[in-house]
């Protein structure tokens, strides 16, 4: 099984980095193939809105880290994507990512109707956030930055598999017990 990790959080000893971290050991050590990609190592230029790549299935941009994560995620299986939740929202430079991608991830047919282009594929998103539980939930704070994830990969075929929410991070940093909760997801894949 081919794994992609995207680490959406620019703190490499962060929350959402540690949770990936036990995720990526777990899937390791059963065997799957696994790649891990920081949002903060990738050169993406935002998309200018040209719209050109909807009939080229090309973004008209020099090549850069979009097309090559592009590439990533047409050869995976499973995408797991771990976000902070920022403003309610994944942070900037993740929007930024997956808006260049978007010719790769929903075709659409010659009258504008969505073609997912991942079928078959599934996906675990990850969020944290200070906002306590269960208000990180109620107040749309984590709940919001998996509700836009599964947006993007919903239009794109994937079926998400599992989520995982962690509220509270300000007071309890992640811990051994999220940590497990991490591992199960890779077991029940
Ligand atoms: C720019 C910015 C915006 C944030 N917005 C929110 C927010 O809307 N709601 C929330 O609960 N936490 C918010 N946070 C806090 C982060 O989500 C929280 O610290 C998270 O656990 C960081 O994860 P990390 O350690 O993996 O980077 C924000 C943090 C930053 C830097």
């Known amino acids: 099984m081919n794994v992609l990790i995207v680490n959406g959080s620019p703190r490499r000893q962060g929350n959402v980095s540690r949770m990936l971290g036990a995720m990526k050991s777990e899937a390791e050590s059963r065997g799957m193939q696994v790649s891990l990609l920081n949002i903060t190592d990738l050169s993406v230029r935002p998309c200018t809105g040209c719209m050109a790549c ?36 994944m942070p900037g430079q993740l929007k930024v990512l997956f808006d260049r991608l978007v010719y790769g991830m929903m075709g659409e047919s010659a009258s504008g109707i969505p073609r997912p282009l991942h079928k078959g594929k ?68």
Not at 70 to 77: A, E, F, G, V
Not at 151 to 177: H, M, N
Request: with cysteine.
């Open 54 to 89: 909807r009939k080229s299935l090309a973004c008209v941009l020099p090549d850069d880290d979009a097309q090559q994560t592009l590439r990533l995620i047409q050869k995976c299986d499973v995408l797991i994507i771990g976000a902070p939740c920022y403003w309610g929202n």
């Open 122 to 189: 599934r996906a675990i998103l990850l969020s944290t956030g200070t906002t306590p539980f269960p208000f990180n939930i109620l107040f749309n704070q984590t709940h919001g930055t998996i509700r836009a994830l599964r947006e993007i990969l919903r239009w794109s075929g994937f079926k998400v598999a599992a989520t995982l929410e962690r509220g509270g991070t300000k007071r309890q940093p992640v811990d051994e017990k999220t940590l497990e909760r991490c591992r199960k997801m890779i077991r029940r894949l």
